[in-house]
C-alpha cells in the first residue's frame, strides 16, 4: 500500500470570481438557503456538505470555495436544514448525525442543479466535512451518474456504512496527520469502496485544520481533483492510497 503525505504550504490570498447569488431550494413547504456561485466558462459546479453543527457560513468551506472560484469552478455552499430544523437542531443536535437525511437533502439539491438553466449542464462535484463527508458519499451512491466526484475533508465516511460499496465517484479523502482515529477510519472505509479513491495526509492538521498553511493544502488538494475530474477527461486508474510529500 502506497502512503503520501501532502505537505501543507504557505498562507495564500484567494481571489473570489464572481458574486454570490442567493438560491432557494424547495424541500417540503419550506426551503434550503443557498449562495450560488459561477464563474464565466466554469466547466463544473463543487455542491458543499457541511459538517455536523455547521451551516453554509463555515469559514472553512468558504475558504475552499473561494480557491475552487479563482480556478473557475462554480459553488454552492447551501444549509442542509430549513430554519425550522436548525432552530431544534441548535438545541437538540437532533438532525446533524441523521445521514440518511443529509445524504436526500444532497441528492435533492443535485436533482435541482440539474433543472436550472444555468447549472444543468455542469457536471457536479460534492465537498464534504466531518459528518458531510459521509452524506456526500452516501448521495453519491445514490446518482452514479450525476456526482463526477467527491472530496472529503475531516470526514467521516465510516457513518456511509455499506453504501460506500456502491460509491463508483473518483473521491478523494483529506485528513490530517495528527487526527489519528479519523485517519483509520478512513483507510477502513477506502476498502470498501470500488472507484477510484486517494487519501492525501496533511502533516501536522488537527481535525479541523486549524494549523497554520493546513486549510490553504487542503483548498489546493481540492482544486486539483475537482479540476481533473470535473472535466470531460478519462478516468484516471484506481489508487489505494497516498500520502504525498
Keep these: 500500500m ?4 501532502a505537505a501543507p504550504r504557505h498562507s495564500m490570498a484567494i481571489a473570489r470570481d464572481g458574486n454570490a447569488t442567493p438560491v432557494r431550494v424547495p424541500i417540503g413547504g419550506q426551503f434550503l438557503h443557498g449562495d450560488l456561485v459561477i464563474p464565466c466558462g466554469s466547466p463544473g459546479i463543487v455542491l458543499f456538505a ?11 468551506n468558504q475558504f475552499v470555495a ?3 472560484e479563482s480556478n473557475g469552478l462554480a459553488t ?37 442543479l440539474r433543472r436550472q ?14 459528518t458531510g463527508g459521509g452524506a456526500a458519499l452516501m448521495a453519491a451512491a445514490e446518482r452514479p451518474n450525476d456526482i463526477a466526484a467527491v472530496v472529503s475533508r475531516g470526514g467521516r465516511p465510516d457513518l456511509a456504512g455499506r453504501t460506500l460499496t456502491k460509491v463508483m465517484a473518483p473521491t478523494l479523502l483529506i485528513v490530517g496527520g495528527l487526527d489519528a482515529t479519523v485517519i483509520q477510519m478512513n483507510r477502513d472505509a477506502m476498502r470498501l469502496m470500488p472507484g477510484v479513491v ?27 481533483w475537482f479540476i481533473s475530474s470535473l472535466r470531460p477527461v478519462g478516468r484516471p486508474q484506481r489508487e489505494t492510497e497516498r500520502e504525498g510529500a
Design 2 to 5: 502506497q502512503v503520501t503525505t
Design 50 to 60: 457541511h459538517g455536523s453543527g455547521s451551516s453554509r457560513r463555515s469559514p472553512r
Design 66 to 68: 473561494r480557491m475552487l
Design 76 to 112: 454552492l455552499l447551501i444549509d442542509l436544514l430549513t430554519s425550522a430544523e436548525e432552530y431544534v437542531d441548535d438545541r437538540t443536535a437532533h438532525y446533524r448525525f441523521d445521514l440518511p437525511m443529509l445524504a436526500t437533502r444532497l441528492v435533492t439539491i443535485v436533482d435541482w
Design 117 to 130: 438553466k444555468e447549472t444543468r449542464m455542469l457536471t457536479i462535484g460534492l465537498f464534504g466535512a466531518s
Design 198 to 224: 486517494t487519501l492525501e495526509i496533511v502533516p501536522s492538521a488537527t481535525h479541523l485544520f486549524e494549523e497554520p498553511g493546513t486549510l490553504e493544502r487542503v483548498a489546493e488538494l481540492a482544486a486539483d
